[in-house]
C-alpha cells in the first residue's frame, strides 16, 4: 500500500508507449511515443513539457542534448510525440561512461511543482563494453 504524506499529493503516474514494443531504434528512423497521464488528483495542470534527449552518465562530466522539445499550455491528460532520431550519439553502455536516449514528460502544476517521468530506449546497436580480463601469461 502507498501512503502519501499528509498534506502532500500524490505523485502523478505517466504510462508511456513507444512505438516499437523493444525500444530499439536505427540512427534516422522515426521515433514515436504517446503517453497517458494518470492520478492527477484534483491540481490542475498548467503545461506539459515533452522531449527526445540523450544525456551521459559515468566519470567526468555529465553531457545533455536536447533533440525534440514541446511545451504545451493547458494541455490534457495525454499526447503524443517523437521525430527522426539523429546519426549520433549511439546508445552505449561503457564501463567508464554511458549514453543513454529517453522520451521525458515534464508535468507542470498551477502551484509551484512539477514531476519528471523518463522512459530509456535505444538508438543503434552497439555491443555493450566488458571489462579488460586478466592477460594469459
Same mark, same amino acid.
Not at 57 to 70: I, M, N, R, T
Not at 72 to 91: Q, T, Y
Given at each position: 500500500?502507498?501512503?502519501?504524506?499528509?498534506?502532500? !499529493?500524490? $505523485?502523478?503516474?505517466?504510462?508511456?508507449? @513507444?512505438?516499437? $514494443?523493444?525500444?530499439r =531504434?536505427?540512427?534516422? *528512423?522515426?521515433?514515436?511515443?504517446? =503517453?497517458? #497521464?494518470?492520478? /492527477?488528483?484534483?491540481?490542475?495542470?498548467?503545461?506539459?513539457?515533452?522531449? #527526445? /534527449?540523450? =544525456? *551521459?552518465?559515468?566519470?567526468?562530466?555529465?553531457?545533455?542534448?536536447?533533440? @525534440? @522539445?514541446?511545451? #504545451?499550455?493547458?494541455?490534457?491528460?495525454?499526447?503524443s510525440?517523437?521525430?527522426?532520431?539523429? $546519426?549520433?550519439?549511439?546508445?552505449?553502455?561503457?564501463?567508464?561512461?554511458?549514453?543513454?536516449?529517453?522520451?521525458?514528460v515534464? #508535468?507542470?502544476?498551477?502551484? *509551484?511543482?512539477?514531476?519528471?517521468?523518463?522512459?530509456? @530506449?535505444?538508438?543503434?546497436?552497439?555491443?555493450? $563494453?566488458?571489462? !579488460?580480463? !586478466?592477460?594469459?601469461?
Amino acid at each position: 500500500m502507498n501512503r502519501v504524506p499528509e498534506g502532500r !499529493p500524490p $505523485a502523478p503516474v505517466v504510462s508511456l508507449q @513507444f512505438d516499437r $514494443a523493444d525500444r530499439r =531504434y536505427e540512427p534516422g *528512423t522515426e521515433c514515436l511515443v504517446s =503517453y497517458r #497521464i494518470g492520478n /492527477l488528483g484534483d491540481e490542475p495542470l498548467l503545461a506539459v513539457e515533452h522531449s #527526445i /534527449l540523450w =544525456y *551521459t552518465e559515468g566519470k567526468g562530466e555529465e553531457d545533455l542534448g536536447v533533440h @525534440f @522539445f514541446e511545451r #504545451i499550455e493547458e494541455p490534457s491528460g495525454s499526447g503524443s510525440f517523437g521525430g527522426r532520431l539523429p $546519426a549520433s550519439p549511439l546508445s552505449y553502455e561503457g564501463v567508464i561512461v554511458k549514453v543513454r536516449w529517453c522520451a521525458r514528460v515534464r #508535468i507542470f502544476f498551477r502551484g *509551484t511543482r512539477d514531476f519528471v517521468s523518463e522512459h530509456v @530506449f535505444d538508438v543503434g546497436r552497439l555491443p555493450p $563494453a566488458r571489462m !579488460p580480463g !586478466p592477460r594469459p601469461a
